[in-house]
């Protein structure tokens, strides 16, 4: 599903379910540089998550950082510029360094967002259950 | 009865997965997902209450409906149908819209799956969402919005009453 949008090339025949889906794509991405990040873009990339499982266990520099990692200081710096970005991560200052931390409270928010859709859910399926069963005992 | 439900998440695909298993069979399971006066006595989690003001089940049909609060308040939310398998499958488009039908930003792509055995319907959703700030926006909806509506209101009468 995922894919499927993301290979839709010009030469398809586009249906109209494409179209709406490429005036959506279009109005987002006029958006976008007036958007906060997504939270989810910032997870999406393994190498932010890694950066993310390190700075959890203790704060660390971005030279400390890049230690872990075959990628440039430049990359590196990047990837902390978007994890900050998405408020993610907290810079603090301790003599001349900088350090990064996990700000754990955002992480959290985002696990209480899916376990609150997840009680949505559970809360209409019992509901549909209850219409099934009068729909059933209708029938006989 | 014990019902299976399962509910699993790949945050990093930004994908939801859902499996949920219903005590009837596949007929009866696959109308009260696409017929709207089912749908309309399920899907708004109490004590919001689903309206629909058009649906047209077909591939490139769309669902007009609303989330009605309990003070009349209506969310209004539009899908298009992009896919249809009859007793088997349908994906949709789904997305936010205001009350002229206009479709707001961003939209989640939905997957449902439906199979049955001895007797039991099992229903498998896949929700695509493009961004976290669609998934806030749909959970808010759904369920924070009750309980901030009635802090607003505690809020108004407090003003109300030290006004006095």
Redesign the interface.
Known sequence: ??QN?RTNSPSKKI???DR??VY?RN??AS?LPF?RR????A??DPTR?AILVLVAMQAMTPNAIAEHFDITRQSISRHLRILSECDLLAQKQEGREIFYELKIDKMKE?DT??D??????????K???????T??NKKK | MN?L?D?T?D??????F?T?E???DLS??WD?FTKAE?LD??????PWMSKTKFMDFK??GRRFYAMVSPDGQERWAIQ???SISPKTNF?M?N?FADKDEN?E???S?W?YSFSEQSGKTTVRI?I??????R??K??EM???EGFKMSMNNLENLLTTLSQK
């Open positions: 599903m995922k949008h249906c109209e379910a709406l889906h959506l109005r987002s958006y958007m997504d939270i989810f873009q997870i999406a998550r985002i967002w899916l609150q859709f997840r009680k949505i859910m559970e809360e209409s399926f509901q549909l259950d209850e219409v099934l069963y729909i059933k | 019902l439900f509910f998440v945050k990093a695909a930004k994908t939801v859902i949920r219903f005590d009837a009866l399971v009260a089912i006595q399920w899907v708004a989690p109490k591939v490139g298009k149908y992009t994906k488009f997305a479709p930003l961003p939209g792509d997957d896949t695509y969402n493009e961004s976290l700030a998934m806030e749909m959970i759904g369920f924070t």
